[in-house]
């Protein structure tokens, strides 16, 4: 039989990220308030739908661009200025995911160092970082004494995921150097480890890990004492992508 596209019923397709970055030593996510129905004053992850004329990974740059100022590099190269590590996380379909119609949501992970407050925009009423344990309590999320109620639609459950994969993605790759500035100092590569983890590591240890793992990081020569105390010495991250051996989470 002939394709006949009216005997499907349509549906919509949209991009959620997963936007997380590390501010005063905590792993936190972008969480905006809507401003429309549904679920109009609840807060959610940012994201948007997608238009006619771009792709899934153009959206979410799109949007990536709107909701933090960042634009997406290349995850295959280091991080670069003003560029932010950004990858597709999983597609959430349920038919009642949301109340308006059928949404398929194909969900982005993006990872980026410590960000200024952001800047609400589209449908969304309000904007901020909020540390990633206090939006997936139990119970839901709230602020300045108002109720607790979880995220919209289901992106609690999109946000635990995308944590997950940046948890369990630093053991085995590079992928903790996207949460640090272009130099930054072992220390600081360090409290990134804790901050995604929730874990406190041995700062000699963790040393003489990082800095013996091949193509991990690359001295600057130059240091620094932004963190006070003695000049700590400067790295970037490496060319490897894939940590041999790998950081192994501690077991809590």
Partial sequence: MPYDP????????????????VRRHALCALAVRRGEPPF????????????????????AARELAEETGMRAHDPAVPVQDNGAHLEQLATYGD??????????????LALAPDLPAPRAGGDASNARWAPVEELLQQGGYGRDGEPLAPLAFDHAQILADGVERARSKIEYSSLATAFCPTEFTVGELRRVYEAVWGVALDPRNFHRKVTGTPGFLVPTGGTTTRQ???????????????LNPPMLRPEV
């Fill in 40 to 59: 109009q004053g609840r807060w959610a992850l940012p994201g948007g739908f997608v238009r006619a004329d771009e792709d899934l990974a153009q959206a």
């Fill in 228 to 242: 006070g105390g003695r000049p700590a010495q400067l790295f970037r991250a490496g060319g490897a992508t894939l």
């Fill in 6 to 21: 009216s005997a499907f019923p349509p549906f919509a397709v949209t991009v959620d990220l997963v936007v997380l970055t």
């Fill in 95 to 108: 038919p009642k995911r949301d109340p308006r119609m059928r949404v398929v949501s194909v969900a982005h």
